[in-house]
């Protein structure tokens, strides 16, 4: 029989979720410190397109939802572009939460879009490489692995923002790549550790 203490169990996964999440946030998320007010989903130019806005998507996190939390697509559709970020009157750290919620997710394998974790894998992959996101070669390589059908009706847009300069056709490394690597190598390392 499911007793209140067995359903309040502080070692269920679920109940924990809240502060798993927290926990695994690089920094500090001050996620328990937010109290539903919907600046965030207000102030997003993505929400629209997710599941669950920001504030539904802390709720279910709070209700200790593993599974709807870890399967939205809010955190894939997030821009990082920091809108909520610095109209949220807690000071919650949304979009390093986002980062968490994509890593977990992969984790859990609770991602909808097949995809979007090859399309962060090919990402992170460039800002290794060089030092920066290289959206033409970002876009090029995911569109032809996964939409290739998709890639003429995509290259107008392509040339546009080429010609207006907004994209390079070539990737730049940043100065000091060799240090940038170094940093990250050692990043993984303590991220084994930890
Ligand atoms: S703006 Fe901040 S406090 Fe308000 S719902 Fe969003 S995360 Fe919570
Ligand atoms: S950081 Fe993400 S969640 Fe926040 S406003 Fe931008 S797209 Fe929306």
């Not at 997030?78 to 994509?102: E, G, N, W």
Request: proline share 5%; charged share 25%.
């Amino acid at each position: 029989m499911t007793t209140l203490a067995h359903k309040f169990n502080d070692t269920d996964p679920n109940v924990r979720f809240l502060e798993e999440v927290s926990e695994r946030t690089a920094g500090v998320s001050r996620l328990e410190m937010c109290i539903q007010c919907g600046t965030c989903g207000g102030s997003c130019p993505s929400a629209a397109d997710m599941d669950h806005t920001p504030r539904m998507l802390f709720a279910l996190i709070r209700a200790g939802m593993r599974e709807e939390a870890l399967s939205s697509n809010t955190p894939w559709i997030c821009v990082s572009c920091y809108h909520c970020v610095v109209r949220c009157p807690q000071d919650v750290h949304i979009a390093d939460v986002m980062y968490t919620l994509k890593s977990m997710a992969i984790q859990a394998k609770l991602y909808k879009d097949s995809t979007a974790p090859d399309f962060s894998q090919t990402f992170v992959d460039m800002v290794e490489t060089y030092g920066r996101s290289y959206e033409f070669g970002l876009a090029t390589r995911h569109y032809l692995k996964h939409f290739p059908l998709r890639m003429p009706s995509m290259a107008p847009m392509g040339l546009g923002m080429l010609t207006k300069k907004r994209m390079d056709i070539t990737p730049k490394r940043i100065e000091g790549i060799e240090q940038l690597k170094a940093i990250l190598a050692r990043a993984k390392q303590l991220e084994v550790v930890s």
